[in-house]
């Protein structure tokens, strides 16, 4: 039952109905699913599952960064609201890792995210093609010299920008290629070829710049491996040229120039760090000090929680990425050659057979649908893993690439990304195998380099557009 109102809150949270059908507000259907999914898994929770992976500790001192950051500055009213808004989009990411037992339900997520998303475009793009710039469905907005209004496709809740619904269309896509068989054209047709067309006509019509940009990256991120890094920049590049010839930005120029206000904004969130290096000017503040929002999302988060908060939260990506980098270009067969002396002194793995192999013997869902039914036993077991891990990888460089022009830090679509990621490296270690982290060392630092260049790389572009 864990698993089935997880799910359904998940979709709730990003279908918004309370908005979607203004009836159904008073309701509070969200608030009363929350609280039953939050029930039904915590058994699944107690078993200690949620917590054996780095992210949950992570996401733990970033809540507490949250809260740090309205004491540094002496406003503790600030604080229940606070949580109140940020929680319920954290929580996800406890009831992903603690009810994604199987490959069967983390695909039965994807497939959840998937019809969503079709959904969205379908609806959405009947309100575009309507044209009446009253639908909630579209968001009319003036050109560039505001002579005439143009419509952009949108959706409700934290997707009602039509950026932020670009953003999650593109993370969500690559997650299509799970259904991907080797020579069955029909079936790719129909489950892949066609809903990948869907989800890009729907980025389309958020003309959104940023998803331009994602859109690109994702392209190349994809193809590097299989085709080269050279081949895959050209492809990238040409996909780039293309769209904005095809009016994928509503006619509105893809430049530095064209971004005056955001950089102004990012300049604006370089003084607000400044101000409070350590724990930021508190949660949701960007908006209330300077009247817009940053455009940046690591921005917009280093402002809010400061040094502290972003440190972790950078590093529940940091994390994430590499172990789904080692999933993807590590079969297990290649895993299973690791030590046995090596596996018995590792605490980790140790507690990682514990919490896992129990929890999976006792899910009723054992079937495993991402396999090729052409394939069968060890093979197909060593492939779905690393086969996950890699659309998970390419649907988080989608979603960070735009977050670049966004202010989204604290959405769903981070947790789920972060959950999936923790849930596959859980899963691996539930079929009796250890996935070698990197030293933690390591990749603390790695982290610390990120959060750093990353603040580095927006003063420097700020620095740019000051001189020109």
């Known amino acids: 039952m864990g698993f089935f109102f997880s799910l359904l809150y998940i979709a709730l949270a990003i279908l918004s109905p309370g908005e ?5 507000a008073p309701y509070r259907i969200q608030l009363w699913l929350a609280l039953a999914a939050i029930l039904t898994s915590f058994p699944a929770i107690l078993e200690g599952r949620a917590f054996f992976v780095a992210q949950a500790g992570f996401l733990l001192a970033v809540i507490f ?10 406003w503790f009213g600030g604080i229940l609201p606070a949580l109140t808004e940020f929680m319920p989009n954290a929580i996800v990411f406890y009831l992903v890792v603690a009810n994604l037992r199987t490959i069967a339900r983390l695909r039965m997520l994807v497939s959840v995210l998937v019809l969503i998303s079709l959904y969205m475009v379908i609806r959405g793009g009947i309100a575009y093609i309507g044209g009446n710039p009253n639908d909630p469905m579209v968001l009319a907005q003036w050109n560039e010299g505001n002579t005439a209004w143009f419509p952009r496709m949108r959706a409700f809740g934290f997707l009602n920008d039509p950026n932020d619904l670009a953003q999650f269309l593109i993370t969500i896509a690559p997650l299509l290629w799970l259904q991907w068989q080797t020579k069955r ?50 492809l990238a590049v040409l996909a780039f040229i293309i769209m904005q010839v095809s009016n994928f930005s509503g006619g509105r120029d893809v430049s530095m120039g064209a971004g005056t206000d955001r950089i102004d904004a990012w300049s604006q969130g370089l003084e607000m760090f400044r101000s409070s290096p350590l724990f930021g000017i508190g949660y949701k503040q960007f908006f ?49 050659n690791y030590s046995n002396a090596s596996l018995e002194q590792s605490a980790e793995h140790a507690q990682f057979k514990s919490a896992t192999i129990a929890a999976a013997q006792s899910s009723e869902i054992t079937s495993d649908p991402l396999g090729d039914p052409n394939t069968s036993g060890e093979g197909e077991k060593s492939d779905r893993l690393p086969r996950l891990a890699t659309v998970l990888r390419i649907s988080f460089v989608g979603y960070l690439i735009a977050s670049f022009f966004l202010s989204r830090a604290y959405t769903i679509t981070l947790f789920l990304l972060v959950g999936m990621a923790a849930a596959l490296r859980l899963l691996a270690a539930s079929e009796g ?7 933690s060392r390591r990749l603390y630092r790695l982290t610390a380099l990120i959060t750093m ?16």
């Open 288 to 336: 209330e000090n300077y009247g817009l929002q940053a455009h940046n999302t690591f921005i917009h988060c280093a402002a809010e929680l400061g040094f502290f908060g972003y440190f972790f939260w950078m590093a529940l990506i940091v994390f994430s990425f590499s172990d789904l980098s080692i999933l993807a270009h590590n079969s297990l067969s290649q895993r299973d």
């Open 453 to 468: 260049a990353s603040l580095v790389l927006v003063y420097v572009i700020v620095r740019i557009r000051w001189l020109r």
């Open 185 to 234: 054209f029909l079936r790719n047709a129909w489950r892949v070829l066609l809903p990948a067309a869907v989800l890009l006509l729907g980025v389309f019509l958020t003309h959104s710049r940023g998803g331009i940009v994602a859109l690109a990256a994702v392209l190349l991120f994809a193809l590097k491996d299989r085709i080269g890094r050279t081949r895959s920049i050209v």
């Open 65 to 74: 960064g949250l809260v740090g950051s309205f004491v540094w500055m002496g």
């Open 433 to 439: 195998h250890f996935v070698p982290r990197r030293s």
């Open 20 to 24: 979607a059908v203004p009836a159904l």
